[in-house]
């Protein structure tokens, strides 16, 4: 193939490229399939946030708290009425999932809630969906309350409730997972969530009072005027350790400085 | 770079949405997905990474038929904007064919927008690729806010913050109502598929039968 039969080619594939493209993506008319109300999650500006405090996250687990308790033990007996196709019934849902795990922030959280809290009404005669659906609540409460310092199994549990919900809430087929066995999967994240999330939350509360010591330290020292009898034998006290290391040192200095004669 | 598969007899583009945290990326993509046809659109998916908390970003392969007797496939994927996300940001550029930087039109978003346009440069430049050599769209995202009497940036000023080194396209747009998402996808993406037509040209040619 010679330059000139390149320069063709190229020219040709360029304006196939162009064709194909132009017949692709036909200007936003085609775009009135999007909803701008589900849009508008995405695109909002975030409320105002508190800035992440794990150590606040005083949340009721469903076993620790009665107002908010989720009767799990119901969850693997439970029968139910499924049949709903489940497909757009969870696409909002999911949706919502992928903003929050692109980015934890109160407005994802709440978008996220919203959509449980619909989809709870719309399914409430199917108990599988039900304890998922409480259990992806107080999921929820728990990543508002700490926000991006959350354990990552939370996320993970919301993502394997979701694929949970799935199955839930097709029609029965042999082919399916069985429920129990997918219930058993969430209660154990669950759980693992749980047990990570105090985990992180009692870390975080020892480097608050580390940082709280700290701050009473500082502003002790900052403190010049009539200090109390107690910080001043404290003090004392701490001067006094400071001279003996001070004069364990220059003996050990003179020590080695011997030696080395 | 683009990835060629002879044996499927396919091209891949990877077209990346680039630009400030919460500048509408993923509304573009969200809508564009629901805009499209099922034959066409591939599903969006997200992709754990390996740090402790899995980040997703949007994966939207587009199937455009054949060219050559090769199938032409657009990859769109977005990039978290926030700051701290800089390595999956870098991860995500790479083997990029092509960039719309989505910049948030906002006035108090003015630094973040040439912010994000000086990290993209520096990210390609940390993996080869000088961004004056790439295919680059600019969109101002956002126009409709000001019906909300939100302050806009003027496009003069936009242009003169962004565009004044690239000289690029560049497109007046709101993801929200869908107001030039496609006008911004379809020239990034004209103007990629011909960058890696010509990159490939030899073995599209060699490829023909």
Sequence with gaps: MNSGDDKTGIENIESMIDQAIDDLFVPSGGASKADPAQMAKVEAEPPQEEPDEAVDMDIAWGNDDKEEAVDFSEVVEAGDSEGAPSLDILRPLHEALLSLDWEINLHNIDALDEEYKRLGAMTQDNMHAQNAVKMASVCCKYLRASKSLASPLALKFLKTTLDSLDIFLRPPAPNLPSKDALVNEMMGLYNEMKLDANRLRAAALKKREAKGFTTTQQKSAATTAAPSSTSSADLRSELAHVKRTLRDLVELVDKIERALV | ?209
């Design chain 2, 1 to 209: 770079m683009s990835f060629l598969d002879l044996s499927k007899r396919e091209v891949h583009v990877k077209i990346v949405y680039y630009g400030p945290g919460r500048g509408g990326k993923t509304t573009n993509l969200l809508h564009i997905h629901e805009a499209m046809t099922d034959a066409v659109r591939g599903q969006m998916v997200s992709i754990d990474t390996k740090q402790d908390r899995t980040l997703f970003f949007d994966f939207l392969p587009l199937s455009i038929g054949k060219i050559f007797g090769f199938d032409i496939r657009i990859q769109l994927f977005t990039v978290p904007g926030q700051v701290i996300y800089n390595a999956t940001r870098k991860l995500v550029l790479k083997g990029v064919d092509g960039v719309a930087f989505v910049a948030d039109s906002q006035v108090s978003q003015r630094e973040k927008n040439i912010e994000s346009l000086e990290n993209l440069r520096d990210n390609l430049a940390d993996i080869g690729v000088d961004i004056s050599k790439i295919p680059l769209v600019l969109q101002f995202n956002k126009q409709d806010l000001a019906a909300e009497g939100i302050p806009l940036l003027s496009e003069a000023d936009m242009v003169s913050d962004l565009n004044s080194v690239y000289n690029v396209p560049c497109f007046n747009a709101s993801a929200l109502t869908g107001e030039g998402v496609f006008e911004t996808l379809r020239e990034i993406s004209k103007t990629t598929v011909k960058s890696v037509a010509r990159k490939l040209m030899p073995s599209l040619t060699s490829g023909m039968t």
